[in-house]
């Protein structure tokens, strides 16, 4: 079953054909020759399936794989080389950002650490995230004033065996079949609690793509950003701006409209909706619901006239990776690719 019969059922209940055990053999059969642990790693995901009523097809279960095998190759606390220093650059630049002064932030690393250890001395020497998010709790906690002067500067936003981020399994933790260990963030770290967000994340939402490639950009990328980015090439054909295609379509994070929203209400009366309409749809941006917006279906009508076809509904956005731990030049493209071709191989395993 691919991914677009999927799209209608993924985030619904299903009664799985298979038993536990039987979707726990088939995982084990799908995992890549190089994984260890095998047995554990089928448990884990097979809970995480079962936990969230999706559906344990060939084409769902490789999908997680693959997202599992590219990011941490099977390791639920993947090492991360030079990560000290990475950290502590990460750390200096967010306390510049937030006009933190750096005397203040190299006083509150200097404390010594409950393990004999400055603070700075233990974040030089961490080897995985984990590591490193254990270091900054603890600082936080026991540092006086850790946690409102420094309580923004921990660099681990994503994290464990599928790097999802800790935010959203923060937003998501309702459900969580386990019982934690310390706190959500933690539970992230771990193989079973990064399997369980990395799968919602991945698979909890509905869409309508053609292909799973989609899915993996937008696990990359965010939610729908495959389909909105899609939305605003078609914008492109209808406007004389040239649009980002990133999959943002408001500017959350200001209260004036972004390039897309007025790329948008250039069209307002063409869509024959105003300003404030056209706001409350874009809103919408994040849920599958934005394509039964007239913003949406308008947009596309009018644009499959100009090329005289049809449009995709989804193409890759146009985003460059940027991250810390990023060395070389990376994009959500590059990422969807790499892991639709481990699907593919996963799938072919069966």
Known sequence: MGLLALAACSHQAQQPSLTPEQVRAKVARLLPPSASQRQAWAADIQAAFQAQALEPSTQNLCSVIAVIEQESNFQADPQVPGLGGIARAEIDRRAARLHVPGFLVDAAL???????????????SVRSERELSDVFDDFIGIVPLGGQLFGT????HTAGPMQVSVAFAERNARGYPYTMQGTVRREVFSRRGGVYFGTAHLLGYPVHYPEPLYRFADFNAGHYASRNAAFQAALNRLVKARLALDGDLIDYGSLSAGQTELAVRSLGKRLDMSDSAIRNALDKGEQ??????RVYQRVFELADQVAGKPLPRAILPGITLESPKITRHLTTAWFARRVDERRARCVARD
Do not use: C, H, M
């Open 110 to 124: 200097a404390i010594k650490s409950p393990t004999g250890k400055s603070y700075a001395q233990r974040i030089a």
């Open 153 to 156: 500067l921990n660099p681990v």
């Open 288 to 293: 599958l619901d934005f394509e039964n917006t």
